[in-house]
């Protein structure tokens, strides 16, 4: 090992203290790191630039993290515990690259400092940024990032807080929404054609994210400076995406679930449908094994075995898709349906105080969130007033589908709160589907503890179940969907 | 070829022309350093076959590759006994006395060699490619874990046949199935997305001399645009390099949104994505 790296070796003990930390805390957020791959981070720290931020990122990564949808909480985390890796504070700014911007530089330099005098006017900073980011100049980007968050942020020390609030003010110090806009219109001016309007302000959109992106991880460093990281760590830390609670989700999140729910099912298929080909061997199958034998002169030493085809389930979804559970309905059907060659037959329902088949709405290739406009806009999915009357839509399935829809092949599965708004339970109704059917499952997309409390009717509903699941997130939901795929799990009940 | 530093081996691999972000330079590095397997996983055609064919070439290795299917077995990925021989050999001299014979017919003269086992057998050192380890089924990953972690592998008639050198192994999953713990742990996880637009442009001109600089950077962004649209299949890095290919021949050295409609069938493969990009193209006169 080289001089450089030898006189590095007490700054080796701190980081492998760090480094502890760091794997509590992945553990903490839910990312499952073994105690073999904590000593593979540590021997991989050994080979590496410990000035270098990126190479650090990248040992970590590769033998910490070995999901790639786990890579957003590892990031956030990595962000805090190793903000301060990196070139020290003012040795980039000598790079600068023009006259002009060394200028600049110096201009922030002079009116810094917390509290400086010129707090209120910021155009020394928009200037700066503008000429960054035109120039696509790193080092004057990140000196306006320091200077910002320096005179405009108003960082209260001591205060547990995840630093969004900082951030805001600052952006709003900076009217960079309204300087986003200005840029777009000046590019859509110049721009020539259609795709150069549409390119040119997607670039503009990704300086300028990148700039946000730069104004929170420092602002993230001066808490992590103030705090210690595992303080930090503990107020940033955010559910994975898996775990997120549906029905409280935020947008960001939910375009987050979204994104996983499409591999997420493909797995899920894949992996039904070599369970489903393994199980037991089958028949031994003596056509082919006499003829495999043939070349080994007679001897069968290949026996071959005919495949098993168990039976698949047929499926029928009734789904509330009001207002507050609608987006549990959607993720329901299209990890069914994402599965749907895993089951003889699909058919799905959708209700609020009416019903309707709404089948036909999902084909092969469907864009989701459209359907559910389509559902909603076309399907006579509302009776009388548009809120959710559990009793009227059973019964009106009881009436108009049950006969050709459910046999004793299928399984029911009902989605929604059971939050009826004090209408009639017409449990009946629900009892007659129940019958009629193989098995019934209900999925409550809410907390236990809230069942039967106000207006919902969980509890009238639940004794003509087979099952009722809270399922709050998609975790729950693929490991339902997996365990009514397969045949061997599914409760069968006693003809009535 | 030794390579000493993350930037070596970057320099090393371009020179091959395939060109490495910076975090797969650095992945690479460390697998060498620690004697690890990588377990590279991403999109598919983001050059993750590439990337172990690169490293074959950079090193003056021979590439053994394993093309993972459903179904795999033993007898397939690491070795079999030649039965025909065998049986052969039997019936050739029934008057030997068995005790004899019985040795003699497990031997290596009468042993298969299957990719792993040729791998580890290998007297050069080698780069093992395991190609889409997401396909077997999860029993069978149990297969490999011998080899991954011991480089060896066990035969009940002959014992354990250890690697006379270290091969560089590197697996590749599309990730249509979570891989199991026990395989994971073997591996450094090097996750390839697409790559950002200045690394595409690299790539679109190293890969396609003839075309222009600032085409191929137009190119890039565009590519980038669509796929941030929600559609079914985004373009990968290799359709990416036919629609340029596609445009040279054309003769299109002009990018506005007709010529992008027109050639969108290259770079998207299902007709309601074409349909929803053109829709967006479309000019909102």
Known sequence: MSDAVAHQAPNRILMLRVLTGFVEELRAVGIPVSMVEAIDAARGIEYVDLGSRSALRAVLGSTLVKNARHYAAFEAAFEVYFSSVGPPAGSVEDEARSEGARALLAGLAGAGGPGGGNGDDTSDLVAALLRALQDRDEALLQAVVRASVDRLAGIEPGRPVGGAYYLYRVMRRLELERLQTELVEVAVREATSSLERRLQSEEIERRLTQFREMLRSEIRKRLVADRGPQAVARTLRRPLVEDVDLMSATRDQLVEAERVVHPLSRRLATRLSQRRRQGNRGRLDIRRTMRASLSTGGVPVDPHFRRPRPGKPEIVLLCDISGSVATFARFTMQIVYAIAAQFSRVRSFAFIDGMDEVTSFFGPGVDFPTAMRRIGAEAEVVWLDGHSDYGNAFGAFRDRFLEDAVSRRTTVIVTGDARSNYHDANAEALRDIARSSRALFWLNPEKQRYWDTGDSIMGIYSPWCDEVSEVRNLRQLERFVERVAIPTTRPIRPVV | ?285
């Open chain 2, 1 to 285: 070829m030794p390579t000493t530093s993350p930037a070596s081996i970057a320099a090393a691999l371009e020179a091959e022309g395939y060109l490495p972000d910076d975090r797969i330079a650095q992945v690479v590095f460390l697998a060498e350093r620690l004697e690890k397997p990588i377990l590279v996983e991403g999109p598919a055609g983001v050059g993750k076959t590439e990337l172990a064919k690169a490293l074959a070439s950079v090193h003056g290795r021979r590439l053994i590759r394993l093309q993972c299917y459903e179904g795999l077995d033993e007898a397939k990925a690491l070795y079999e006994w030649n039965y025909r021989k065998q049986l052969l050999r039997i019936q050739a001299d029934a008057q030997t006395d068995w005790s004899e014979l019985a040795g003699d017919i497990f031997s290596e003269e009468f042993l298969l060699t299957r990719p792993l086992l040729e791998a580890i057998r290998s007297i050069d050192p080698v780069v093992l490619l395991i190609d889409e380890i997401d396909r077997v089924e999860m029993e069978t990953e149990a297969l490999l874990l011998e080899v991954l972690s011991d480089f060896q592998v066990s035969i009940p008639e002959l014992g354990t046949i250890e690697a006379s050198s270290r091969p560089l192994v590197l697996l590749t999953s599309n990730n249509t199935r979570e891989l199991s713990e026990a395989l994971k742990r073997r591996c450094l996880f090097l996750h390839i997305d697409y790559p950002s637009i200045e690394r595409e442009t690299a790539i679109l001109l190293a890969r396609v001399p003839e075309l222009p600089k600032a085409l191929a950077e137009s190119k890039a962004r565009i590519v980038a645009s669509i796929r941030s649209e929600p559609i079914r299949k985004p373009p990968s890095v290799s359709e990416s390099l036919d629609w340029a290919r596609t445009l040279i021949t054309l003769g299109i050295d002009q990018l506005d949104g007709t010529a992008v409609t027109d050639t969108l069938h290259v770079l998207l493969k299902y007709q309601a994505d074409i349909d929803k990009v053109a829709l967006s193209l479309e000019p909102v006169e």
